[in-house]
């Protein structure tokens, strides 16, 4: 089945300067890759996704990259700001099942004042 | 608005109990998804289902087993509680269909079974 892996485990920046978030996947049949946020106490949310046909995808402070190639996906945060700390999870789709979501293991982000 | 709402935050259980986490979704979603979340493992896929009665198995079913008699609910049982089913268990919903797309979580149930 599909294995995400995600690095850092752990990621700290200053206020105001970028944060950036990878992720590879195993499955070459994986086709939509999204990022999700969960503040403390919530469930995850969906911040950004991103399909196999798009390189890149951008939305104010945040963008997603996606290389087919070479299996890997990244998510960039411009600009931090204290309410962008959180735990940030990337995602592959499943090819077994397209409606199912295989998680990484989670990036703990804080952003120092 | 989106909403998904599960019945507990916090639960404590003892070891051998039946439990049952409820969650409802009011988008008349077709898609339902069960996940743990624990710390550095992400969030792994217990059951989901894709309609009324159906369910499919993911990632980690052991130990666990589904219900979904309505559309908008669907319950994750614990027939026998052991201390490793201890975690954070979240509940999401999806629009339908065989694409993947976005998923809309709950809040969480932390269980604790002592």
């Known amino acids: 089945g599909e294995n995400v892996e995600q690095h850092p485990s752990t990621l700290s920046v200053q206020e105001g300067d970028s944060a950036v978030i990878k992720c590879t996947y195993s499955d070459s049949a994986s086709n939509y890759f999204p990022w999700y946020k969960q503040e403390l106490g919530k469930g995850p949310q969906l911040i950004i996704d991103?399909?196999?046909?798009?390189g890149e995808k951008k939305d104010q402070r945040i963008a997603v990259t996606l290389n087919k190639t070479a299996k890997h996906f990244s998510l960039h945060i411009t600009e931090t700001q204290p309410e962008d700390s959180a735990v940030y999870f990337c995602?592959?789709?499943?090819?077994?099942?397209?409606?199912?979501?295989?998680f990484g293991s989670g990036t703990q982000l804080t952003v120092l004042p | 608005d989106v909403k998904v709402t599960q019945s507990s935050r916090y639960l404590v259980k003892r070891t051998g109990e039946k439990v049952f986490l409820e969650c409802v979704q009011d988008m008349d979603h077709e898609n339902m998804f069960w996940y743990r979340q624990d710390p550095g493992l992400g969030l792994r896929l217990i059951y989901f289902?894709?309609?009324?009665?159906?369910?499919e198995k993911g990632d980690i079913p052991e130990g666990y087993s589904v219900s979904r008699e309505k559309k908008e609910r669907f319950s994750l049982i614990l027939e026998s509680a052991s201390t490793n089913q201890t975690s954070m268990y979240l509940c999401?919903?999806?629009?339908?269909?065989?694409?993947?797309?976005?998923?809309?979580f709950g809040p969480g149930t932390r269980l604790l079974v002592l």
């Open positions: 999401a919903s999806s629009l339908g269909g065989v694409q993947a797309e976005t998923q809309y």
């Open positions: 289902s894709y309609d009324v009665k159906m369910k």
């Open positions: 995602a592959a789709s499943a090819s077994g099942s397209a409606r199912q979501l295989t």
């Open positions: 991103i399909r196999s046909n798009v």
